[in-house]
């Protein structure tokens, strides 16, 4: 293993012992929800993966070295560390070589989770194209198009342009499978009108999805898109709703780059009295379920 990786004993057990694990981010600990809610949605998370039968693996930077499993004290260590960096993948080498500590985002989480071993990776929405401003797009999508992981999530953030963030998935190789629908979810929403590349009705036909890849040396991910619960979403009238009011506050006070994503979904909290953190609680725990799903196949077809 790399001198600047360091896997728990837990999760390095279960890869070598090839039973499933899913890893997990720390951006949504140290830079999405507020405390307490962000150290106890990840917490949730980890309960979810091990009552669907996987092992979680929190994966944050501490210290100058990318943690593979986080425990409950070093989570909770990284969510009270008021100077954690936002850590993506051109932040990696950075945040290493000055022994930084931070929560790592999409990208840079699935990149470690591959480097360790993993398969699977659960997360809440994807980084995409931001609305009005095509030339913003998140690392997340570069990253996707060259980890072959599996990436499960409720689509993208809903606060991006999804059609532009679909075609740019499109281009460059990644596809883009719905779980038990045919549609693109739009993070909150269920529903966003855009249609999926493939439908995966159960997490065997993932498996076979990621066995086809693997035999063609494909390099992309399997972006594998559940939808919110239906009881706990946001309806996608009033998500717009609120997401273009955001949005046009946001350009009102010139909020862009690494704030713009944090200020909006803030916002969105706020617009929507709390409905749209119910929604992504909700959806984070559904996606830890799904990913724990399958990386229980793909172990199995692994053996």
């Known amino acids: 293993m790399n001198a600047l990786m360091e896997v728990s004993p837990e999760v390095e057990r279960a890869l070598r012992d090839h039973r499933p694990v ?26 979810v993966v091990r009552e669907n039968g996987a092992v979680p693996a929190i994966i944050g930077i501490v210290r100058g070295k990318a943690h593979i499993g986080l425990n409950d004290a070093e989570l909770k260590a990284l969510a009270d560390n008021s100077a954690a960096r936002k850590v993506s993948n051109r932040d990696l080498a950075i945040a290493l070589g ?23 990776f659960a997360t809440g929405g994807i980084g995409g194209v931001h609305r009005g401003h095509p030339e913003d797009v998140s690392a997340d999508l570069v990253t996707l198009a060259a980890t072959p992981i599996v990436v499960v999530c409720a689509g993208a ?24 629908t045919d549609e693109f979810p739009a993070f909150y929403s269920r529903r966003s009108g855009l249609r999926v590349d493939a ?22 991910a399997v ?42 979904l803030a916002r969105l909290v706020e617009l929507t009295g709390g409905q749209s953190q119910r929604a992504n609680e909700a959806l984070l725990r559904h996606n830890a379920s799904v990913a724990a799903h399958i990386a229980r196949m793909l172990a199995g077809s692994s053996r």
């Open 223 to 264: 972006l594998v898109c559940a939808p919110c619960p239906e009881l706990d979403e946001l309806p996608f009238e009033e998500a717009e709703t609120a997401i273009a009011q955001a949005v046009a506050e946001a350009e009102v006070a010139s909020i862009g780059g690494k704030a713009l994503t944090p200020f909006l």
């Open 199 to 220: 439908r995966a009705d159960n997490p065997a036909d993932v498996a076979r999805m990621v066995a086809a890849r693997d035999a063609l040396d494909l390099h992309a």
């Open 22 to 47: 899913v890893a997990l981010e720390t951006t949504l600990v140290t830079h999405g929800f507020a405390p307490p809610s962000n150290v106890d949605i990840a917490l949730r998370m980890c309960e």
């Open 98 to 120: 000055q022994c930084a500590t931070g929560g790592t985002t999409v990208a840079a989480t699935a990149i470690l989770a591959h480097r360790a071993g993993i398969q699977v």
């Open 157 to 180: 953030k809903s606060i991006l342009d999804l059609p532009k963030t679909l075609e740019y998935l499109e281009t460059h190789g990644v596809p883009v499978v719905g779980y038990g």
